[in-house]
């Protein structure tokens, strides 16, 4: 499964990265919407995990770039449990899962298991 993983985060990516590798599936790490734009007209993607303590992405945004490619990828997006605000934004926006960092953090075998 090849997958998008859009975040700011420079410890946290290689984690995730890692995560997917162990469950057979490819992740490269989307540092801005720009490089999000020329990845998805570079590649086909089944997944894209939205950090939504990432600033720089905003979750109508992504659903929109997700849409304009005419890729079917199916998209996470996970945050703190406070930002109860983000959350509900992403769901909103359309996102198929939205989950807390300590969900996210148990669920990396069914996440990247899925193809």
Do not use: W
Request: glycine content about 6%; proline content about 3%.
């Amino acid at each position: 499964m090849n997958c998008l993983f859009l975040s700011s985060d420079l410890m946290f990516g290689p984690r995730v990265s890692h995560a997917a590798k162990m469950h057979g599936s490819q992740l490269k790490i989307v540092l801005s919407p720009g490089k999000l734009e020329v990845e998805l007209g570079q590649a086909n993607y089944d997944l894209v995990i939205l950090d939504l303590s990432c600033s720089l992405f905003e979750p109508n945004a992504v659903i929109e770039l997700l849409a304009s490619s005419r890729q079917q990828i199916r998209t996470i997006a996970f945050g703190p449990h406070v930002q109860e605000e983000k959350l509900a934004a992403a769901l909103e926006a359309g996102f198929d899962n939205v989950m807390t960092n300590g969900q996210f953090n148990q669920s990396f075998a069914q996440i990247f298991s899925l193809g």
